[in-house]
């Protein structure tokens, strides 16, 4: 007797197995696609937790996008630009994690050459900007991805980088000038504050 006639045999001898059979059968095909998509890829395997942490939050972003735009939620273009944004940011959190060997990225922003007064008063001028150019004592240029298109990825200082930027005196104000009324020289470094 085959492998296959009994089953069928079995099956139809009991027919509440039948039901059982086919629901075990489809939850087990529904969780596997998403047991697999949750879990990191071989490349994000080297790195740390908070580094895959955020490969796998650009990850679900991604899923976001995909579903809106299955949904007919946001158009093409819309749905292009945040693509290869999301892309951009991983590369650059990747080749951030690969230099500095440690286990933390720095919070990033990527924008297009149109949108970079979302993130800047007055745009600085980015063709030939270098990298790790400090802007506006905010934002370090971390560097240009292309990715689709041109995108200027930029990392948010912390509040003790910033301090210790106005300590040193090499604090950068890019967009609007100084008035008259603020003293100069006169810094003053934020406390931590401890929670009980």
Do not use: W
């Amino acid at each position: 007797m085959s492998m296959n006639f009994k089953i069928q045999r079995f099956m139809n001898s009991r027919p509440g197995y039948q039901l059982f059979f086919f629901t075990t059968l489809c939850l087990l095909l529904a969780a596997s696609p998403t047991v697999a998509q949750n879990r990191p890829d071989k490349e994000e395997e080297q790195f740390g937790p908070v580094v895959t942490a955020y490969l796998g939050y650009l990850r679900n972003e991604q899923e976001v996008v995909d579903d809106r735009v299955s949904r007919r939620e946001i158009s093409r273009t819309y749905y292009r630009r945040n693509s290869n944004r999301i892309r951009a940011l991983r590369e650059i959190a990747i080749r951030i994690a690969r230099e500095s060997g440690n286990d933390y990225l720095p919070e990033l922003e990527a924008v297009a050459p149109d949108e970079l007064g979302t993130l800047f008063e007055h745009p600085p001028n980015v063709t030939g900007l270098p990298v790790g150019k400090v802007l506006n004592n905010t934002f370090r240029f971390v560097g240009s991805v292309r990715s689709g298109e041109v995108f200027y990825v930029f990392a948010r200082l912390d509040p003790y980088e910033q301090a210790e930027l106005k300590e040193k005196g090499t604090a950068t104000f890019e967009s609007a000038p100084r008035s008259g009324n603020v003293k100069q020289g006169v810094s003053t470094r934020p406390r931590r504050v401890a929670h009980p």
